[in-house]
Structure formats: structure tokens, C-alpha cells
């Protein structure tokens, strides 16, 4: 006998993909707002065209429906980081690319920061059961991977460097503009958000970056 997926969800569920997508974005938004502890199942379920019992179906626990939550905000951004093509641009015109969109990406998806931050207060517990997030960041070292060798290969960067490493730095420089940015503001009077404080920002993550990579 085979299991069947409960109806009363307006429709929805004749289409899995679609529900088990408006599920995912709705938690995506509860888990960063108010962690794991906090959300909860009912009030995703009201916010989306699924029941309660619809999304236990699809996730089995609202543990299950975080971690989902977690593996979908990195599939997202590595998802968009493939289409920039970076293979195809000089080297560091690749890396610039790749640091700008870093940056506007998680200034833009709060929730992504958030979500990797309430995880981190959980010591990675939840992210270490996944079976997928490993294969998923792969493509991202990867990309550096490639870039990096091609440009030392053209004697363009330094040869002492790690792709991971860079990957750290990249990420760190563009996650404290999100994670820092209220305390930050407040503290130094300055508003991070402010379109020309940011674009410098931006630009100076981009040189900082790229500077540390030049031979």
C-alpha cells in the first residue's frame, strides 16, 4: 500500500513540488526570525496553502522542517552562483564578480544570514545530519578552485593560497555588513544600508579580496 499525500490544502496538493516549495519559503522566514526554538508549525501552516498534517507529512518533525529550511537557503544561493558564469571572465574579473554578488546576496537575504547564524548557536547540530549540504558547497569551492588556478597560471595571483580559505574570507567580509549591521550602525552612527556607504562597502570588499589574491 502506498502512501498518499493528504488533501485539504487548497489545491496544492496535486502539486508537491509547488507546496513542498511555499512550505520552505515560509519556514525559510519563521526559522530566521525566530530561530528553531521559537517558530512554530502552526503558524508556518497558516501562512501557507499546506495543513499542519501536510507538513509533517513532507518533513516528519519540525526539526526535519529547519533543517530543510537550512539545506534550501544554501541550494538558493548556490543555485544563483552558477549562473554567473564565471568560468568565462578573466580571472579577476571572475573574482569581483563572484565577491560583489556574495555581498549583495546576503545584504539582500537577511534570512539566509539569520538562519546560518541561529545554526551556529547550535554548534552546526542540525546541518551535521544532512546528507546533501556537503555536495551542495562543493560547486561554490570548486568555482574558486578553478578561478584561482587560472590565475596563477597566468601569473596573475599568488600561489600560496587556499581556495577555502579565500571562500572564508569572502564570506566573512560580506556576512558582518548583515549580521553587524544594527549594532554597527548604532554604535558608530553610520548606516550601513545607506545606499553610498554601501556601495562603498561593497567596492572595498571587492578590493580587499582581490588585493589579497594578487601576486
Known amino acids: 500500500m502506498h502512501d498518499t499525500v493528504p488533501q485539504g490544502s487548497g489545491g496544492r496538493a496535486n502539486d508537491p513540488v509547488a507546496t513542498r516549495r511555499n512550505i520552505l519559503e515560509v519556514a525559510i522566514r519563521e526559522f530566521a526570525k525566530k530561530g528553531l526554538a521559537g517558530a512554530r508549525i502552526d503558524e508556518i501552516a497558516e501562512q501557507t496553502s499546506a495543513s499542519k498534517r501536510m507538513i509533517y507529512y513532507y518533513f516528519k518533525s519540525k526539526q526535519g522542517l529547519y533543517l530543510a529550511a537550512l539545506e534550501e537557503s544554501y541550494r538558493n544561493i548556490r543555485d544563483i552562483e552558477s549562473t554567473l558564469h564565471l568560468e568565462s571572465l578573466p580571472p579577476d574579473q571572475a573574482m569581483r564578480t563572484l565577491v560583489g554578488f556574495t555581498f549583495d546576496y546576503q545584504s539582500q537575504n537577511t534570512d539566509f544570514v539569520r538562519l546560518v547564524m541561529n545554526e551556529n548557536m547550535h554548534n552546526g547540530h542540525y546541518l551535521a545530519q544532512s546528507a546533501t549540504i556537503k555536495d551542495l558547497n562543493i560547486p561554490a569551492i570548486a568555482g574558486i578552485r578553478g578561478i584561482y588556478a587560472r590565475g596563477c597560471e597566468q ?22 555588513n548583515v549580521a553587524n549591521q544594527h549594532t554597527f550602525s548604532l554604535i558608530f552612527r553610520r548606516n550601513v544600508m545607506d545606499p553610498e556607504i554601501y556601495a562603498q562597502r561593497r567596492a572595498n570588499v571587492i578590493e580587499m579580496v582581490l588585493r589579497y589574491m594578487l601576486a
Open 155 to 176: 601569473g596573475l595571483f599568488r600561489k600560496d593560497l587556499d581556495p577555502i580559505d579565500i571562500h572564508a574570507s569572502i564570506s566573512a567580509l560580506c556576512f558582518f
